[in-house]
């Protein structure tokens, strides 16, 4: 090639082409015209929906685990409110079920206070009213301590009543509480009335044969006593007010190698479970008719003197 044939000027520095202007407005209409032609024509829809349609699985499997520490959260949060949910559940129904069983004790509490006050009206001696604190600690004998003593009032020897029937007796006073002896203690007895015959007889404490009972001891085996009767205090000894229950019969055995009949009786109080009881004072004794003393015979009229 000849050498005047040869190009010789210089190359430019960087090749040139469109202006960054005229790209500019290039692109910017453009991006214009793709955005009116989307909102009008909705041309980029099809193309929306294949690349989400496409992106979805790799979107799912990323979001799994956030999702699953969301889920892990939230299953905890859930137990924990599930526990606190049950325990102040359980704190509410043991409250009910003690509120219940409060409401209960109330109400039989109240029916015995409300028989005990019907008692005091129809008995014709004063009373005293006390609460039983607790059993006496000599396990060989039955009997209770009440909340009243000498400072109240409370005389030994005096009968003790529920709203059931007579309780017992008053055997051992202190300043503030006294001790109860009950009848169903082997060392108590208590004349008694049938009101069904009218015949009396005399119970006495049975706390071991049959578990806390009363037994009518020296009775003929003839005498007429059934199952069901109803005895009460005679008031023959002076101490107990006559009319007061005391107990039921319950079994009446006939020996013939006895000439007495073996009677066991319920008591009519509570003699396990009284709670409030009413301490009697002993109906006063009968005060002998005072006799007018002789008078000496006076002397004869016109006997001789001296």
Known sequence: MPLG????TPPPFFKQGPSALSRLIFFSALALFLMVADTRLKVAQ????TVATVLYPFQWLLMQPVMLASDGGQYLT???DAQQAEALARRRLADQSMR??????????NQRLRKLLTLREQLPVTSIAAEVLYDAADPYTRRVVIDRGQAHGVAAGSPVVDESGVLGQVTRVYPLVSEVTLV???DQAIPVLNTRTGARGVAFGDPVTRGGALE???MPANADVLPGDLLTTSGVDGTYPSGIPVARVVDVERRADSAFARISCAPQALATGARHVLVLASPPAVAPTPVAPLKPASAKKGASRP
């Open 216 to 218: 009518l001891r020296f």
């Open 78 to 80: 859930t137990v924990h």
């Open 100 to 109: 219940a069983n409060q409401v209960e004790t109330l109400q039989l509490e």
């Open 46 to 49: 099809p193309l929306r929906a």
């Open 5 to 8: 044939t040869l190009d010789r």
């Open 184 to 186: 169903i203690d082997r």
